[in-house]
């Protein structure tokens, strides 16, 4: 069992746990209770479902072109339906949905019958600089058995900011995309149905005037180099049950260069290739996802669960989803008003793990290399994945009394040299979500997860394998060439929250980690969060053969040669060294295109409580607010707001200080940043006086007080460009980036022109943390470019 770090620890290294309201923002504690409101899903099979990839329907375009622009265009609607994802014979039916499903798909387009509306549907493969055009249509006025909808499939708070406004609003955001604000699905440009819409909302207007009612426009212009990026809801208040729900699907953009490695360097083929080419896929997107399902005994124990959900969703199978805000989980303080039920609680954190859509499948692969690509699509829980041979036990893995795999690591041949002549334990990482690492790295695949507290107290950093953060994207090569006729159990055992953990949301049979749920698991069956899926390396070796591998650890993807004008992706803005970190020595010199200094913000990672007395996140800036922190609410006037003053670029330092005891993933819409370091900060007084020499960089630069240890360079697996960053308790991650404003480009070349928010002014974004009841509670603001 990993040595657990809780908030209450974090509060008395800090040597604040007999002050701990002196803190900017209170921190969580997590009681030793034994009450369990969280329901749970028995009973499901380990490895029992087959592993989908062309299963899930992937969109094709349209027949026709889009309206104003001329450009590809696609339907998809945005509906409910049912999806068997748990093996029949054990207790479940189908799971109620809500999801995408397009108009079209490239099933049909190669002979093939149209998939069902599935789980994850709507994949879109897009090419580099081809802008596609989309109408989503909201069809969530009625069930999947056709009658009226007045109720979520998962219960709505409509405490929280925007919750009240209608259950069935929708927003669709691309997240990681370069694309016009009125595209990019901000919280207030929400839809119903009924054409009712958010303040933000001015897509139609822009880009199709004569849509109906129920419809919405969005424009992508793909000008990015090639990376796996994702849509999925965004509308204010329900983002987090919106996601849940199952709103979200993968967003694939292709170019040139990628193209390149796959012809000449090793990387395996496109998965649409080898489907037209009827060849073996070895492209394989893995999306994970926790969640816990209704059961037979739910008005039993969830009494309250048929009064607060649509009836579509209360069978089994159906998806639960805590709505008890309980104090022993989670700390409260004093409030006259009682808690609601349904209320939102502080994280998520399901009992059964979902891969491609299915509870713990089983893949037959090849003894050959694949090409692994990750998204953690969970609500709150992090990933520490780790690869083991199955030993044959029931689930795969055996424990050791620490909790710790007694498996035999899995040899991994694309990194098989002379002295590993069957590879090593590790994987070869060559992406992010921002696309290409500037130099490809290897990362272990059999660390279990510890807290390192000799590298900083107040900052738990942790040992570990490859750890993934909410909403983070890993590109990973892998060979089974070394385990052939053997199978490979895909392991985690990050602690939730992260890095703290509570066993509680710890789930492995007869684990004794403080989880009673445990001892009453059979051996093979859920709950489990630690194994997620299995490869069995049984299918025998087909043509064509794989090439040679040209790419091995440390190659610079950064260096090489751009290929039909596309290159690895957008240059850093602070090159690397020889080490191939970033190279701090220039950030003194570092200015703005056009000479002028680079603006430096100091940002803030709070926690304090609401109204009801409920922990609540929020995001904020050096300035102490009223109630005696740094935190602002998401509706606050705009801190954030960059001004390009009619240059085509402009670049910022950000500084943010992680005052809380969680991992956040901040996600950045429109921009991406590198990540310079990270350094370890006072989380009581975390902000030192600004300096007035004339200097600005002198003057606002590192103006925090430090605890005295070293800054850290970037992971080795972070050496590109994010998207979505992890900040640690109790450091500053400094993170650099340049902010640019995309047009909206007809397929003649001309521009339509981009009106300004309603809202805010200007072009409206957003910045927030990705663990989705911390961005709807209120971990959210305003990100606005002033062109």
Known sequence: MSTRFSRRRFLQISGLAAGASMLPMPVKWLGSGNAMAFYQSSGIPLFKTPFRITEIPISAPDLTKAPVTGVTHYTISIQEFQDQIIPTGYGYDKTT??????????????GLAKPPATHLGGIILANRGEPVQITF???????????????????????IGGASLGVNRTCTHLHGGYIPWISDGGPFDWWKPDGTHGLSFRNNETLNPGAAAGEAEFYYGNNQSARFIWYHDHAYGVTRIHAYAGIASAYFIRDN??????????????VESSAKAGTEIQEIPLVFQDKIFVGKNINLLDPSWKNIVSP????????????LYESNRWRKTYSTKPLPNPSIVAEMFGDTMLVNGTVYPEIQVQPRRYRLRMLNACNARFLNLQLYLDDGSPDGIT??????????????????????????????????????????????MNVPFSLNSAINLLNPVGQGSLIVGCAERHDLIVDFSAAAGQKVVLYNDAPAPFPGGDPRNDYFPGLANGNPVNSKTAKGFGPNTRVLMRFNVSKPLSLPADSPLAITNGTKFETMPAVGGHTWNDPLVVPNNAAGVPDLTLL????????????????????????????????????LQPNGGYGQAYENQATEVINLNGKPSVREIWQIANLTADVHPMHFHLVNVQILKRQPVNVLTPFATLLNTGNYFTDNFDRFNFTG???????????????????????????????????????DGSVVPTPPSLRTGDHEYA?????????????MRPLVVKA
Not at 146 to 151: A, D, I, S
Not at 258 to 270: K, Q
């Open 399 to 444: 424990l050791n009394a620490a909790g710790i795999p007694t498996n035999a690591p899995f040899l991994n041949a694309a990194l098989k040299d002379a002295l590993n002549p069957n590879g090593k334990p590790a994987v070869l990482q060559i992406a992010t979500e921002g696309g290409f690492l500037s130099q490809a790295a290897e990362v272990p």
């Open 137 to 159: 249509r909201n069809k969530l006025d009625k069930t999947y058995n056709g009658q009226p909808l007045t109720k979520h499939i998962i219960p709505n708070d409509i405490t």
């Open 257 to 270: 260069f990628e193209a390149n490695l796959i012809a000449n360097a090793g990387l395996p083929p496109y």
């Open 312 to 323: 579509s969703a209360q069978g089994p199978g159906s998806l639960w989803y805590p709505h």
């Open 709 to 747: 240890e070293p800054a850290r360079a970037p992971d080795p697996n972070e050496s590109g460009w994010k998207e979505t960053c992890r900040m640690n308790p109790g450091e500053v991650i400094t993170v650099i980036m340049e902010i640019s404003l995309p047009a909206i480009t007809k397929a």
């Open 767 to 779: 910045w927030h943390c990705h663990i989705l009841e911390h961005e709807e509670h209120d971990m």
């Open 588 to 623: 003194p010199a570092l200015t703005n295109p056009d000479g002028s200094p680079i603006k430096i913000r100091r940002l803030s990672l709070n926690e304090n409580f609401d109204a009801w007395g409920r922990l609540q996140q929020q995001v904020g800036t050096d300035a």
């Open 97 to 110: 949905f809500w999801g995408y499903d397009p108009a079209n798909t490239v099933q049909e387009a190669l």
